[in-house]
């Protein structure tokens, strides 16, 4: 039963042309779920930091947490770009190779 279960998974696989946005799903979902913690965290902080008197050592402390966070979001955004080309270039070169492969 196992070795059927082998074939038929190789079998699938081979029949692959290509890869599938639904493998990639995952790596985009967690770097959208890293950037919507990031903005919470953003928000958190200011309004802690307005809970506090103006000049207090937590008023400065909460905006310091909020600039310092804030200079993460252009890492994630790159990071997503980056991710996107690489999903784009996958796809591509994927599907040149298969195409290669099915004619010959």
Same mark, same amino acid.
């Given at each position: ?24 799903? %995952? ?26 008197? %103006? ?15 804030? @200079?993460?979001? %252009? ?27 099915? @004619?010959?």
């Amino acid at each position: 039963m196992k070795k059927n279960m082998f074939e038929n998974f190789k079998q699938k696989m081979q029949e692959k042309k290509g890869v599938a946005l639904g493998d990639l799903l %995952p790596a985009f979902v967690i770097v959208a779920a890293v950037m919507v913690l990031v903005v919470l965290l953003i928000y958190v902080f200011g309004v802690l930091g307005g809970a506090f008197t %103006p000049l207090s050592a937590e008023a400065n402390a909460a905006s310091d947490a909020v600039t310092h966070t804030s @200079r993460a979001i %252009p890492l994630i955004g790159i990071l997503f770009i980056i991710l996107a080309i690489g999903a784009l270039i996958s796809i591509l070169v994927v599907s040149l190779v298969g195409g290669a492969r099915r @004619r010959s």
